[in-house]
């Protein structure tokens, strides 16, 4: 987006010795885009066009492509213009990149606790086959103290 481009056509348009003027391609050409061929500034306007259709008038005659300000076309320009729509996409992008980075943080933290896990499995299995040993010779040894009770109780 070539945002300072379409701000000067806007700018270009919107004053006030051209409000009541039909600015072409080859006006525009001549006072603000010398440098450019028509045909970059014919593509200039349809991407305007694409972007924020609304703030300015286009009348389809021919080849020339003129355009004119209309009501929208100051209040647009004094509230940031098309500068304003690309810093506020390029924020949009970083944020959106930030987003993307904490979630392949987070993806890598869950990988490394993943296997950290796997690494500690077999441990864990070892450890809790023993335990269950352990429980199991705990309660013969609760039973046969209930039997010896109950053998020299009576």
């Keep these: 987006m070539d945002s300072t481009k379409y701000d000067q056509i806007l700018e270009f348009i919107s004053r006030d010795e051209n409000l009541n003027i039909l600015c072409n391609k080859h006006l525009l050409q001549e006072k603000v885009f010398p440098d450019l061929h028509v ?3 014919v593509e200039l306007i349809d991407q305007m066009e694409i972007i924020k259709p609304k703030v300015f008038k286009t009348l389809n005659r021919g080849m020339t492509r ?9 209040k647009f320009l004094k509230q940031g213009g098309f500068s304003k729509i690309k810093h506020e996409l390029l924020l949009e992008q970083q944020k959106a990149l930030e987003k993307e980075n904490l979630e392949l943080e987070k993806t890598k ?3 490394k606790l993943a296997k950290e896990t796997l690494e500690e499995f077999p441990k864990t299995k070892k450890r ?3 335990a269950y040993i352990v429980a199991i010779l ?3 040894l ?10 020299s109780s009576d």
Excluded: H, Y
Aim: aromatic share 6%; net charge negative; charged share 20%.
């Design 142 to 151: 609760q039973l046969a103290e209930w039997i010896v009770s109950l053998m």
């Design 39 to 41: 045909d970059e500034i």
């Design 128 to 130: 809790a086959k023993v």
């Design 66 to 74: 003129p355009i004119q300000a209309n009501g929208l076309t100051k």
């Design 138 to 140: 705990l309660a013969f």
């Design 109 to 111: 933290v869950d990988l």
